[in-house]
């Protein structure tokens, strides 16, 4: 269980460069925290990637977890706090044995807790949840034929689920299937549609 201490707000993820170029289309886009997992982040290339494309955009704020909270010991004051400050929710981090890394779960489980996101409290109510994950196997893994036996989709209804009991807009999550196989461009498209998202809501 996690146990709350003081803090300060974490600072944006620190990576120099991008590959795309272009700022937000509308001149008052809602206000968007990316929570990133990744217990290794630096060999995540795809994760990198993913990051360096939309790290400039100034109605973005990207929150990584691990960085934040190494020990585990989460803020919840302050978790509450950015979720309250933002309109769209994005948990950004691999698919690990079928559900995200540990300490997302346990921020999770500690963070949008009863009293606050669901029950008699309702803080993220019309906010909009999008999940934005890496995974090692390809589309077809992901089959009734494939070695996972089940759709992504439906291995991701958990979070689905989570999202609808706070009463958020759940969005079609976007994946990056095989992300360590694909090529560089590949990667390149699919940070450019990650960006493109951003860029015009």
């Not at 929150?63 to 994005?90: K, M, N, Q, S, T």
């Not at 906010?127 to 995974?135: E, F, P």
């Not at 034929?145 to 969005?171: R, V």
Request: aromatic fraction near 10%; glycine fraction near 6%; include cysteine.
């Amino acid at each position: 269980m996690s146990q709350t201490r003081s803090g300060s707000t974490s600072a944006p993820v620190s990576l120099k460069g991008s590959a795309l170029q272009g700022s937000s289309n509308s001149p008052n886009p809602p206000r968007v925290l990316v929570i990133f997992a990744h217990p290794d982040p630096i060999d995540s290339v795809a994760n990198q990637i993913l990051l360096k494309a939309i790290q400039d955009l100034p109605h973005v704020r990207v929150h990584d977890l691990y960085a934040r909270y190494p020990d585990f010991f989460i803020d919840v004051a302050i978790e509450h706090h950015l979720l309250l400050e933002h309109d769209i929710i994005v948990f950004q981090h691999p698919l690990f044995m079928y559900s995200c890394p540990a300490l997302m779960k346990e921020w999770m489980d500690t963070v949008l807790g009863k009293g606050f996101a669901f029950g008699e409290g309702r803080a993220l109510a019309g906010k909009t949840w999008r999940s934005v994950i890496t995974v090692g196997g390809s589309k077809q893994a992901f089959s009734d034929k494939g070695y996972n036996q089940y759709p992504l989709e439906q291995i991701l209804q958990p979070f689905e689920l989570t999202a609808k009991l706070c009463q958020m807009n759940w969005l079609e999550p976007l994946v990056l299937y095989w992300a360590r196989n694909v090529n560089h461009a590949e990667r390149l498209q699919h940070a450019q549609a990650y960006r493109q998202w951003l860029m015009n809501l």
